[in-house]
């Protein structure tokens, strides 16, 4: 009878996990929809670097005010109805930047996007949270991290296969079909996204108890700790692939593919973070150590002294250590979080992500336009360094604030 239980239990976990990281891995697909077509979109519209970039930061701006607003509304209306709206919204776009005639018509459509993207992280973890057991959240995190950077990878593959066999409107228009396809497969499995009702009714605080959680210095520090992250990872979304041309003098479609192996080993990476979050209590601990290599790493990368095969590996390298680093991130917000707030603190925090990512794409387009291409990993090093300080001090926050509760 145990046996029974516990195989169903799996199950249901297995499911709910499955569905969640299908619809983050579409959030994260759409965090590209612009930057893998800029080698078609920099001509069409006669654009600088910088305003290329600039059409990430509205993405990301507009995500991140919403990603914080979005928390309070997934818990006052349960993260399932919020996630159907999002990935709507991602397909919208993409209808709509495919219709675009003006650089006015692009910024549109990145805002429209970037509505969609802002309820992803709290709506997930918040369905994560409540649906799966506790033994396989850590394994539910690895997963969920494991799916958006196979979104990440995707992404560039399949817009430049598109636009360079039809063209950059055509790829949007493929691209749309993506998220309302997964929109009609969470329909489906709507049962097993439903709102914990235990949970709900633990979480209906009295009034003026909502904003609480933002008086924890740990919150803040977790979103220093995105914001940082993220302003790396924006550098290496946007123009990697650019630096890595004109460094090593590969071909787009080589550096591209490096862009790839980053994503992919990043993804492998989160695979076993999952297994040493899971058996680790010091998840800012298991954090510095993966960014200090992976830091190390972008800087002999700018250096320019291994031949372009050894940076394609670098590259991976690089994304295998961040990727370690991302179960332990997801857990070490949990341990920081108040109970029964899951989407507001997730929101809050996750909004740091993309502030940073849309501060990032300005300031390496910048340094693309000063041809500086071996500062945009320089730079990728220093916020990861500075990060490892970030997330230190919210390990040493928690457990500071779990021994004076005990």
């Not at 970037?114 to 396989?136: C, M, W």
């Not at 979104?151 to 817009?159: D, E, R, S, T, V």
């Not at 990368?301 to 991976?316: K, N, R, T």
């Not at 979080?337 to 502030?355: E, I």
Request: net charge positive; charged share 10%.
């Amino acid at each position: 009878m145990t046996s029974t239980v516990s195989t169903a239990v799996l199950r249901e976990d297995a499911r709910v996990i499955g569905l969640v990281g299908l619809a983050h891995g579409v959030s994260h697909f759409y965090h590209l929809i612009l930057a893998g077509l800029f080698p078609w979109l920099k001509p069409a519209f006669h654009l600088s670097y910088s305003e290329l970039g600039l059409l990430m930061t509205v993405f990301f701006v507009i995500s991140g005010i919403g990603q914080a607003l979005a928390g309070f509304v997934v818990d006052r209306v349960g993260a399932r109805r919020v996630l159907f709206f999002g990935v709507a919204m991602l397909g919208v776009s993409a209808l709509a930047l495919s219709a675009a005639t003006s650089y006015t018509m692009l910024m549109l459509g990145a805002l429209l996007a970037g509505v969609g993207n802002s309820i992803f992280h709290p709506a997930d973890y918040t369905i994560l949270n409540q649906r799966v057991s506790k033994q396989r959240l850590a394994h539910g995190f690895s997963v969920h991290g494991i799916s958006g950077n196979i979104g990440w990878a995707a992404a560039p593959l399949f817009l430049t296969s598109v636009a360079a066999l039809a063209s950059w409107r055509a790829a949007l228009l493929w691209a749309a079909v993506l998220p309302f396809g997964v929109l009609a497969i969470l329909f489906l499995n709507r049962h097993a996204l439903r709102p914990d009702p235990i949970v709900q009714a633990k979480a209906d605080a009295p009034p003026g108890a909502g904003l609480d959680f933002l008086r924890l210095p740990q919150v803040w520090m977790c979103f220093a700790f995105f914001l940082l992250t993220a302003i790396a990872l924006g550098g290496i979304q946007s123009f990697a692939s650019a630096s890595l041309v004109k460094l090593y003098g590969m071909s787009l479609q080589l550096a591209t593919s490096a862009y790839t192996a980053y994503m992919l080993a990043s993804a492998g990476g989160m695979l076993l973070g999952g297994f040493v979050g899971a058996r680790s209590k010091d998840h800012d601990r298991n954090i510095a150590i993966a960014f200090a290599l992976a830091a190390l790493l972008a800087v002999l990368l700018s250096l320019a002294l291994v031949p372009a095969w050894m940076a394609f590996a670098m590259m991976g390298l690089i994304g295998f250590f961040s990727g370690v680093a991302g179960p332990s991130r997801d857990l070490m917000i949990r341990a920081a979080a108040p109970k029964n707030a899951t989407g507001r603190v997730y929101g809050v925090v996750y909004s740091g992500l993309d502030s940073g990512l849309a501060i990032g794409p300005l300031l390496f387009g910048a340094l693309m336009d000063a041809n500086r291409p071996s500062w945009v990993f320089l730079c990728i090093a220093l916020f990861q360094a500075l990060a490892i300080a970030t997330a230190v001090g919210v390990g040493g926050n928690t457990r500071a604030m779990q021994l004076k509760n005990a």
